[in-house]
Nanobody, 114 residues
């Protein structure tokens, strides 16, 4: 399985971005899909997760601002990020659970700055 993330960039505080992560290959064993982020000098943290039945969970720091969704027909997970803050600046990684094995995509940089 390969994961291709896109959608990062530079945005002003209060702005919005939408990240996408498309899975390709043998995708039938993918269950949960999630987004993580890692800011400079910080540990990687989970931002949001969505199960294959659509149940979602969010980090407290993004609740009410970020929305995770998935299109199973396209094997794609999205992260809609609104009301972005400078502290949201990080490299964002998509992650899928392939059977019991977590797989990572390459990161996409999100920079929130005026």
């Amino acid at each position: 399985v390969q994961l291709q993330a896109s959608g990062g960039g530079l945005v002003q505080p209060g702005g919005s971005l939408r990240l996408s992560c498309a899975a390709s290959g043998s995708v039938s064993r993918i269950s949960a899909m999630s987004w993580y982020r890692q800011a400079p000098a910080k540990q990687r943290e989970q931002v949001a997760i969505i199960t294959n039945s659509g149940i979602t969970n969010y980090a407290d720091s993004v609740k009410g601002r970020f929305t995770i969704s998935r299109d199973n027909a396209k094997n794609t997970v999205y992260l809609q990020m609104n009301s972005l803050k400078p502290e949201d600046t990080a490299v964002y990684y998509c992650n899928v659970l392939y059977g019991l094995r977590p797989l990572w995509g390459e990161g996409t940089l999100v920079t929130v700055s005026s």
